[in-house]
């Protein structure tokens, strides 16, 4: 079955998109970390980490947004993907679920084109194969729901080239 023409690859550095919602692998403490978390504190300000300061944290496969500050965007979502255990720990539920809350938590504030990266698949070592499937999947069903005017844009921000290819390809294969 085709997949939604809504969503695409990019390979590049997810805090130089122009979106207005950028999605951020962090953890459960909201507080900063390395990887794509590291680069977007770095890249938002100080100003981000005050606020997210004021979130309590966040759970595992919840989501919770922020201002973008100096990112070119109106929000940044944060969500905190599964450490992967081997699979048999409810990872895939629970990565679906930080696509899934993210879409809902863009929709409610108005935002319309979102970047995402790939969560869970650095530090927290989910086989990038199998996440690329699962998001891929996850947003085209959520996109069922929502029309253009709700989302008109879902970008999969690959930041090696090996990434991207396995995003094209399962964005091509099912097309
Ligand atoms: N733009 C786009 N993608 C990026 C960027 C970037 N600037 N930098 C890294 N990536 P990771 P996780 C890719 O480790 O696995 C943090 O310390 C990276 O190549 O950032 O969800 C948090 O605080 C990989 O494909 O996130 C948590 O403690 C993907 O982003 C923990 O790491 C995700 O890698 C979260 O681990």
């Given at each position: 079955m085709a997949v939604d023409k809504r969503m695409r690859a990019i390979e590049g550095d997810i805090t130089h998109c122009t979106v207005d919602a950028i999605v951020n692998a962090a953890n459960?403490?909201?507080?900063g970390g390395s990887g794509v978390d590291g680069a977007i504190h770095r890249a938002a300000g100080r100003e981000l980490l005050a606020e997210c300061m004021t979130l309590g944290g966040c759970d595992t496969g919840e989501a919770k947004a922020t201002k973008a500050y100096?990112?070119?965007?109106?929000h940044i979502i944060h969500t905190v993907g599964p450490i992967w255990h081997?699979?048999?720990?409810?990872e895939a539920r629970k990565l679906a679920s930080c696509y899934r809350r993210c879409l809902e938590t863009a929709v409610a504030l108005g935002d319309r084109t979102i970047a995402f990266p790939?969560?869970?698949?650095?530090?927290?070592?989910?086989p990038a194969a199998e996440a690329a499937m699962l998001a891929v999947s996850t947003v085209d069903a959520c996109l069922r729901s929502y029309g253009p005017e709700t989302i008109a844009s879902v970008s999969f921000v690959c930041f090696d080239r090996r990434t991207f290819e396995m995003y094209e390809s399962v964005l091509s294969n099912k097309r």
């Amino acid at each position: 079955m085709a997949v939604d023409k809504r969503m695409r690859a990019i390979e590049g550095d997810i805090t130089h998109c122009t979106v207005d919602a950028i999605v951020n692998a962090a953890n459960g403490t909201l507080l900063g970390g390395s990887g794509v978390d590291g680069a977007i504190h770095r890249a938002a300000g100080r100003e981000l980490l005050a606020e997210c300061m004021t979130l309590g944290g966040c759970d595992t496969g919840e989501a919770k947004a922020t201002k973008a500050y100096r990112l070119d965007a109106r929000h940044i979502i944060h969500t905190v993907g599964p450490i992967w255990h081997g699979g048999g720990q409810g990872e895939a539920r629970k990565l679906a679920s930080c696509y899934r809350r993210c879409l809902e938590t863009a929709v409610a504030l108005g935002d319309r084109t979102i970047a995402f990266p790939a969560i869970s698949t650095g530090a927290y070592g989910y086989p990038a194969a199998e996440a690329a499937m699962l998001a891929v999947s996850t947003v085209d069903a959520c996109l069922r729901s929502y029309g253009p005017e709700t989302i008109a844009s879902v970008s999969f921000v690959c930041f090696d080239r090996r990434t991207f290819e396995m995003y094209e390809s399962v964005l091509s294969n099912k097309r």
